[in-house]
């Protein structure tokens, strides 16, 4: 099993700024998985980040609304640009089956 | 592509009883399945997974689900619930190769009652 922290845990933030959201895992990996769990609903994948290509995103998410890094093959970050409040989701970093624990995000 | 069809929203259950939380999946592709628990404000725990072998997989909690291809299910059951078993479950699929993407089931809301 991979062990996966995300930073934050949660934040509150104000409409028009951006969020930076971070994975780690504790082991080496091909492919990492970002996901969003809307109030009340289930998980829609929004990319895939691979390490030493641009990632690749599920229809209905861009890159510049949701940029994607992906430095190295334990590391990855997930940016929120130009937030509203339905941007307001649990975002999900994760790995060969195993999820973060996730970070709550509240729009104001 | 695959996809995941939960059957049941909500399932209200009392204590002790027995449960079953039903899923069926589509895809033109072999498939690993797996069923994961969402605690109130808590992230996704795996619960159990199937990749090959055995149909009937074992999982925490005392947990376990069949897998069907004929029917192309993969139901979660469970002998008798407990008060701390309430929460969400998704039901999540994945084509059967290495790290690949999973597609989620909209989710059902276990509760049991006392």
């Known amino acids: 099993s991979a062990v996966i922290s995300q930073k934050p845990s949660r934040d509150i933030c104000q409409r028009g700024t951006s969020l930076t959201i971070q994975c780690q895992v504790d082991s080496q990996v091909t492919m990492m998985f970002w996901y969003r769990q809307q109030p009340g609903q289930s998980l829609t994948l929004i990319a895939t980040a691979n390490q030493g290509s641009e990632a690749t995103y599920e229809s209905g998410f861009v890159i510049d609304k949701f940029p994607i890094s992906r430095p190295n093959l334990t590391f990855s970050t997930l940016t929120v640009s130009n937030m509203s409040p339905e941007d307001s989701s649990i975002y999900l970093c994760?790995?060969?089956?195993?999820f973060g624990q996730g970070t709550r995000l509240t729009v104001v | 592509a695959q996809s995941v069809t939960q059957l049941d929203s909500q399932v209200p259950v009392f204590e002790e009883a027995p449960v079953e939380l039903r899923c069926n999946y589509s895809?033109?592709?072999?498939?690993?399945l797996f069923w994961y628990v969402q605690y109130p404000n808590q992230g996704l725990q795996l619960l159990l997974k199937y990749l090959s072998g055995s149909t009937l997989v074992k999982g925490i909690n005392g947990f376990e689900a069949e897998f069907n291809k004929s029917q192309t299910s993969f139901h979660l059951r469970k002998p008798s619930v407990h008060i701390s078993d309430t929460a969400e479950y998704f039901c999540a699929v994945t084509p059967g190769d290495n790290n690949n993407d999973m597609r989620f089931g909209a989710g059902t809301r276990l509760t049991v009652k006392p």
């Open positions: 994760s790995v060969a089956a195993f």
């Open positions: 895809s033109s592709v072999s498939v690993y």
